[in-house]
């Protein structure tokens, strides 16, 4: 009995973190889908507008969640900036090209956060964050509940907006055949910019909550970017649904490895599964095989 709590407590604690990853691997899903560009400074994004919540909340005790209004409208203008600095230029050309520049992108951005605010560890620590919720014999934290409800909230407005609007249509049949989109009268460059941004949006949310239940540091977008990557192809490139079952996925095995072998094991979960995953199934676990 006491093993099924366990593991049972693991398992909810691994879906509540599931979808906050969520939240930031969804992004970097629809611009990969949309353009072919890994955006690799994703999560140096998502880590900068978690410091912009940190801020917020040591200077003015902004609650991390009610930050957002700043952290969004911050990652916005990074990722138009980057757009059209960055990623427009190289639009159609070598891979590499576009990797390389991203990553340096990245590293401008760490070492931005290095300068604003050091290399030591920071946390979110509302009021709620020591507080938590006993349903039968499983123990949610409240910060953890918080992060996981926002990003769910976030997701499924993206996938409305994807389903319901008629740029999401664009953005759908610009990941599915960019040329014939093209034919049909779609602007894919401006359909490409929009899905730039709303990528980096939503990692902005992800970055800003998964602050609440993790610390953070400068070069820990190096660490994130393997677990985004792993969701990515878990769920298959551009499926809002598949995403968000990859990130179950790594969640619950993330956690019930932390249960039952050393924390540090963990770590090391995302690129186990990256690669089982490469090797079985390139598809993706949720994506289409042809």
């Not at 590293?107 to 964050?129: I, K, Q």
């Not at 409800?149 to 953005?171: H, N, P, R, Y």
């Not at 990515?232 to 968000?244: A, H, I, M, P, R």
């Amino acid at each position: 009995m006491a093993l099924l709590t366990t593991v049972l407590q693991a398992v909810v604690t691994g879906l509540l973190v599931g979808g906050i990853y969520a939240a930031m691997a969804v992004g970097l899903s629809i611009i990969f889908g949309v353009m072919k560009v890994i955006n690799v400074a994703h999560p140096a994004i998502a880590l900068f507008c978690a410091y912009i919540a940190y801020t917020a909340f040591a200077m003015f005790g902004i609650d991390p969640v009610v930050s957002l209004v700043f952290s969004v409208p911050a990652a916005l203008l990074i990722g138009a900036v980057m757009f059209r600095i960055l990623v427009r230029p190289v639009l159609g050309g070598p891979p590499l090209i576009s990797l390389l520049l991203l990553f340096g992108f990245a590293n401008f951005l760490e070492g931005v956060m290095l300068l604003v605010w050091s290399g030591d560890p920071r946390s979110l620590t509302p009021f709620y964050s020591a507080s938590s919720i006993q349903l039968g014999p499983v123990i949610l934290s409240a910060t953890r509940l918080m992060a996981f409800i926002v990003s769910c909230l976030v997701v499924a407005a993206l996938a409305v907006f994807l389903g319901k609007s008629f740029t999401g249509k664009a953005i759908r049949a610009t990941m599915q055949d960019r040329q014939a989109a093209l034919l049909m009268g779609v602007n894919t460059d401006q359909v490409s910019m929009v899905a730039f941004l709303l990528g980096v949006g939503t990692t902005a949310v992800g970055g800003t909550v998964l602050g609440l239940v993790y610390a953070f540091y400068p070069a820990l977008h190096l660490l994130w970017i393997g677990k985004i990557f792993c969701i990515v192809v878990l769920g298959g490139v551009g499926s809002v649904s598949g995403v968000l079952g990859g990130a179950a996925v790594l969640g619950v095995a993330e956690s019930l490895t932390a249960t039952f072998f050393p924390a540090v094991w963990a770590e090391l979960v995302a690129y186990v599964l990256l690669l089982l995953t490469l090797w079985i199934r390139p598809a993706g676990l949720f994506g289409r095989t042809g």
